[in-house]
């Protein structure tokens, strides 16, 4: 039935393991950037959703009504794309994390506005009373005890981070996880094998990222 | 003949992009409703017996969707299977989707409290029965929501078939946007489409889960 006359070679993959451990840094890194900015973003549209001017009201729930209802990859594409026809050419990688930012801000506003619910309006009233601004009551009364609530859909939201990095790849980034990879199946057409290893360093990437969050939320919230 | 604005073909050009994202969701869907709602069961019913299954379908939720269709149109061409970028396409996110619809599915089954499977039985339903026509039905209804937003989540997972050659929606506004240059504009009409789309969906979906919530 199959016609199997391939001969897997794994040697190369794994003399440029290096390289493509090198990418998965830059994987790591640009996922936890577009998620620190995103966080952010997130807060402040957060509080731009709850204000009484209409303008800012209306951009923040258009914001977040975007970034989630199109695809990621299209958003980038956007960027990536979209911004030269104003003559403003960005690198792949700023189109990247640009696009990775403006989606994490837009899901993880939604999360935010959950946890909120669960965090006492009381708790605001009487940071005012106490004399701090609204400011101060929203920055700290507010926040720390939402990061609290939302601690694990941040960590979820990371490692989707994480795996959508991937998406460089398609406006040309080539130094990423992803990127490195595809540029070394580029030279050797060994795309199985490569991808294959690939694979598993994204998993364990995933999954070091969620053991270290879990004994972060674990050392950071047992009280 | 040489022409750079959008003309009537390229609209058509969209639709047909569009509809091919249409038939990927939908067939995605199918295989991930189906296996997710099997899964989900045994997941739910046997929780340590399925822990391997429970490892391998995470494995497909942690490594990113664009590796796993390189892999399998690979792992297809060196096995020398014959089958069609297409069907790589839905394959892949149908295994995609039943990994995220079993943990759907679980959290519904497991929200049927256990005294309303404990009386089915108890009034003389075999097993089947009970899991037919009491708990399928109820665990139905919590996972409603999570199960529409996943359809949406597939439907714009979808988009990254294109690096496969798979020619859908984005593909061919990408292609468009080759030829007119106009990205901003082509990029437009290609999102407004998966925002419709998402947004039309969602709203149904908030209708429907009204409805089932009040009776």
């Not at chain 1, 911004?83 to 993880?108: D, E, M, V």
């Not at chain 2, 039905?137 to 078939?161: C, E, H, T, Y």
């Not at chain 2, 468009?176 to 240059?181: P, S, V």
């Not at chain 2, 979906?205 to 919530?213: C, F, I």
């Amino acid at each position: 039935m199959f016609d199997f006359k391939y001969r897997f070679q794994w040697r190369q993959v794994i003399n440029n393991l290096p390289a493509m451990l090198d990418g998965a840094w830059i994987t790591f890194y640009t996922a936890l950037l577009s998620m620190v900015i995103g966080i952010v973003i997130a807060l402040t549209l957060l509080s731009m959703r709850r204000s009484n001017n209409v303008a800012l009201r209306s951009v923040a729930i258009g914001w977040v009504s975007v970034a989630r209802n199109t695809p990621a990859l299209l958003q980038i594409y956007f960027l990536y794309f979209g911004l030269g026809a104003f003559g403003a050419t960005i690198s792949s990688w700023a189109a990247l994390l640009a696009g990775i930012t403006f989606n994490n801000a837009g899901y993880l506003t939604e999360n935010f506005r959950g946890g909120l619910r669960a965090v006492p309006e009381t708790q605001t009233r009487a940071a005012r009373s106490l004399g701090m601004t609204s400011f101060q009551a929203y920055t700290r009364v507010v926040i720390p005890q939402l990061l609290r609530i939302v601690f694990y859909p941040i960590t979820n939201q990371m490692i989707w981070a994480l795996l959508m990095t991937s998406l460089g790849v398609v406006v040309g980034l080539n130094n990423d996880l992803m990127g490195a990879t595809k540029a070394l199946t580029d030279l050797s057409y060994r795309t199985f094998e490569y991808f294959a290893v690939a694979a598993i360093i994204y998993y364990v990437l995933a999954k070091l990222t969620f053991g270290v969050a879990r004994l972060a939320g674990w050392k950071l919230f047992s009280y | 003949m040489f022409s750079t604005d959008l003309t009537s073909n390229d609209l058509i050009f969209l639709v047909q992009g569009a509809w091919v994202t249409i038939e990927l969701t939908a067939l995605a869907m199918l295989i991930g409703t189906v296996f997710g709602t099997l899964f989900g069961f045994v997941r739910a019913s046997f929780p340590t017996a399925s822990i391997p299954l429970a490892f391998v379908l995470d494995v497909f939720r942690s490594v990113p969707l664009l590796i796993q269709f390189v892999l399998l149109n690979s792992a297809k061409s060196i096995v020398g299977l014959k089958i069609s970028p297409f069907t790589v396409g839905y394959v892949v996110l149908g295994v995609y989707a039943a990994a995220l619809c079993t943990e759907i599915v679980r959290g519904g089954v497991l929200a049927v409290p256990k005294s309303l499977r404990l009386a089915a039985r108890s009034l003389g339903l075999t097993s089947l029965q009970d899991t037919l026509h009491i708990t399928l039905p109820i665990a139905a209804r919590v996972a409603f929501p999570g199960w529409l937003n996943l359809m949406l989540a597939v439907m714009k997972d979808s988009a990254l078939v294109t690096w496969i050659g798979i020619i859908e929606l984005l593909r061919t506004a990408q292609q468009i946007n080759t030829r007119i240059n106009e990205p901003l504009f082509v990029f437009f009409i290609a999102g407004l489409f998966y925002y419709v789309v998402s947004w039309a969906v969602s709203q149904l979906g908030n209708q429907a889960e009204r409805r089932l919530q009040n009776d």
